[in-house]
């Protein structure tokens, strides 16, 4: 980002050219510093204006600004000599002004947008009127790369103390704002921002102060470039990372930190509870996955997984969502996950469900839209005491003939409170259950239990 106190004598403004839009003139202005360069259009008016407030307000001189002309003010020598004079004009008033560089000359000429001292400055005029409404609410409050970038180089360097009375910019008005905030949102961009040529996930930021944060989303953002954490390995509890190009865990919980293929214990996130890394390219469950032992809820929804992996470090999980991953195997789950409680493999390519006999603490299994094609790779789930809800939709041995009656036979007497593809059994089907399940009973040469009645006989 640009920041005009450092580099004031690599700084320049040009207006190289002009454009027409609905019959009016625009001057397109051009603004460099050090290596940041922007763009913004005004009109001659917009000049005028900005003049009389410098006259009046910062002891410009009246008489530096090309004149207005009320006829014959569109020729092309006109446009020519007018856009010569603007351009000396605004050079004039930044060299003037430069130790003070008063709001209304800093926005006309958009440095609150680029720059990163004059940025911070607005942030905190919006901060003075806002931050109250968002603490005191549940709302998040949403960052851009840009503005963690100025907040963290705000740390590195102090700025001139520049005179003015307006409080309500001053920049601890940020600092105490982020160290309050409760739930952040950052949201990056691989585009150029604005007219500049800066590009938000080129910015190196830390999140060293957020003090109090406890909940953390962000989108589309370079976990490269965030080279401190803080505190809040001991702080967050709920993360949410969507829309990158990570393509392993480690890659999130471990972005502070030099060597990712090493798992340190002092990296650990103590807090974290739960867990969203949905759509983004992950390829595996690497073994960072043990630095959040307290996680509870686990989402990884959209990624590009084949396998389930190194989940036995977290104890504490009882939700698990893989949806829409490249999974094909799952055997002996129970070694995986031991206290599992709802878990959702859907849109996968499993074709057996043997793996999940041993889940016993399993209540919800969503395994939909998958390649399961016997009744017999679904049965063996029929002993789990705690399962209470199956979806099977989706696969091809929902067209089994008779599939509600022979995948609910298994359960047996538990058949009347397993929802089955969200729909409970009718007594019907309970009842054809119960009769397929004695027959079955019969068959295998033992003694059916006639204790239940066929209300449907």
Known sequence: MACFWLHQNETSINIPGVEEISAVTYYKIEINVGDVKWGVS?????????????????????????????????????????????????????????????????????????????????????????????????????FNPLQLHAISECFKRPFPEIEHNDIRCDLSNVMDFCSQLQHLC?????????????????????????????????GGINFEQLYSTGTLRSLLQNIRVHKTAVTSISQILLCDVLHKSVVNQSEIWTAITKIDFSKNNLTNIDESIQLVPNVKVLLLDHNKISSISNLSFLTQLVHLSLSDNLISSCDQLHTKLGNIRTLDLSQNAIVSLRG???????????????????????????????????????????????YRIKVLEPFGERSKDICLDNEKPSQSEIDKVLILRALRIVKEGKMPSFKHSFSSL
């Open 186 to 218: 950052v949201v990056g961009s691989l585009a150029k921002f604005q007219s500049s040529n800066l590009i938000p996930n080129r910015l190196p930021f830390e999140l060293s102060a957020f003090k109090s944060l406890q909940f953390l989303e962000v």
């Open 42 to 142: 005004h009109r001659y008016n917009d000049f005028y204006d900005l003049h009389n407030i410098l006259v009046v307000d910062h002891g410009v001189s009246k008489d530096i600004l090309p004149p207005k002309k009320a006829i014959r003010n569109k020729t092309p020598e006109f446009i020519e000599t007018r856009r010569r004079g603007l351009e000396a004009y605004l050079r004039s008033v930044l060299n003037y002004l430069k130790r003070t560089m008063p709001k209304v000359f800093v926005e006309f000429l958009n440095f609150h947008a680029f720059d990163i001292y004059f940025m911070l400055q607005n942030l905190a005029l919006h901060l003075y009127f806002e931050a109250d409404n968002v603490l005191c609410s549940t709302k998040s409050y949403k």
């Open 356 to 402: 999940f006999s041993k889940l016993y603490s399993l209540e919800s299994l969503d395994i939909s839209f998958n390649k399961v094609s016997e009744v017999e790779d679904v049965t063996c789930i029929g002993d789990l005491p705690c399962l209470e809800n199956l979806i099977l939709m989706g696969n091809s041995v929902a067209t089994t003939v008779d």
